[in-house]
Nanobody
Framework: QVRLVESGGGSVQTGDSLRLSCTSNGLTLWMGWWRQYPGKEREFVAA????????RYAQGIRGRFTISGDRPANTVFLQMSNLKPEDAAVYYC??????????????????WGQGTRVTVSA
């Protein structure tokens, strides 16, 4: 288990950009971003594999959102561009400490951040 601290959420307008950050206090294999709408399950957004630099994105996300990281700082970023009202959600950072399959599933992650809210007004 590691502790993950997110920051960067806020209120923006349609078409604006926002960058989320997540810092871990320990090493992880994968770092991912998920989002959750009220009353819904968390859904995968993007993930970064630290050893290889491989990234994965949810369908429809690539091109607007970019995941990147600062390895020495154990910090992963989610750069969100051209935000739409449907992007409004609570965004969670997740870290995988022990290797597991199914990186697009919540069960593959060992630790979660507290969440940061993104609001997008039309």
């Amino acid at each position: 288990q590691v502790r993950l601290v997110e920051s960067g959420g806020g209120s923006v307008q349609t078409g604006d950009s926002l960058r989320l950050s997540c810092t871990s206090n320990g090493l992880t294999l994968w770092m991912g971003w998920w989002r959750q709408y009220p009353g819904k399950e968390r859904e995968f957004v993007a993930a970064l594999n630290w050893p290889t630099g491989v990234t994965r994105y949810a369908q429809g996300i690539r091109g607007r959102f970019t995941i990147s990281g600062d390895r020495p700082a154990n910090t992963v970023f989610l750069q969100m561009s051209n935000l739409k009202p449907e992007d409004a959600a609570v965004y969670y950072c997740a870290g995988q400490v022990r290797a597991k399959s199914g990186i697009l599933t919540t069960g593959a992650y060992d630790s979660w951040g507290q969440g940061t809210r993104v609001t997008v007004s039309a």
